[in-house]
């Protein structure tokens, strides 16, 4: 009995082995599995897209934001309030926003939709809804664009009253 499961975790372990590739030198046991990996997934190339050995692409489109961050200062319970931030594209292409998105649900924001020629202004309109929200509150927007770096952060900061802070004295 003995030797019969001997024998069978023998040829068991036999087996498993016989359709492994041999691998030669320090890559390890993953590299054959890694540029099986790549081969199936090729890389698209996107010009806009810079990894650490290729320069930036100098006619990439650039998103100056006007301000980068805006305080609302105290904002009154349940209310919507809005800011306009200001943009040019310093950049030798048309910029297009792809997405924005907000940190949080109360913070919608909207955008120029049309692409925005090299030496224009576009805007991107943050509103944020304080109900339900009370003290200080720090939103961020990431904005993804076709730009180099793909992503440019703005914030909005405020205080949030509470509904005691707001009754006359």
Not at 89 to 95: H, I
Not at 97 to 111: F, K, N, Q, R, Y
Not at 154 to 164: A, E, F, P, S
């Amino acid at each position: 009995m003995k030797y019969q499961i001997l024998l069978a975790a023998t040829l068991l372990l036999a087996a498993c082995n016989n359709d492994k590739k041999a691998e030669v030198g320090t890559e390890g046991m993953n590299a054959a599995a890694t540029a099986e990996s790549d081969a199936a997934n090729p890389t698209i190339d996107n010009p806009n897209v810079v990894n650490e050995s290729e320069a930036p692409n100098p006619n990439a489109p650039v998103m100056k934001f006007a301000e980068a961050e805006f305080d609302f200062g105290d904002i009154q319970p349940n209310t919507k309030v809005r800011h306009t931030f200001t943009f040019t594209n310093t950049g030798k292409s048309a910029l297009l926003i792809e997405d924005a998105t907000a940190s949080c649900g109360c913070t919608t924001p909207s955008w120029t939709k049309e692409p925005i020629a090299p030496g224009a202004e576009g805007k991107m309109e943050v509103q944020f809804d304080s109900q339900g929200k009370q003290g200080i509150i720090n939103k961020q927007v990431a904005v993804r664009a076709n730009t180099q770096p793909s992503i440019s952060t703005i914030v909005i900061k405020g205080n949030v009253l509470t509904d005691d802070a707001k009754k006359p004295l």
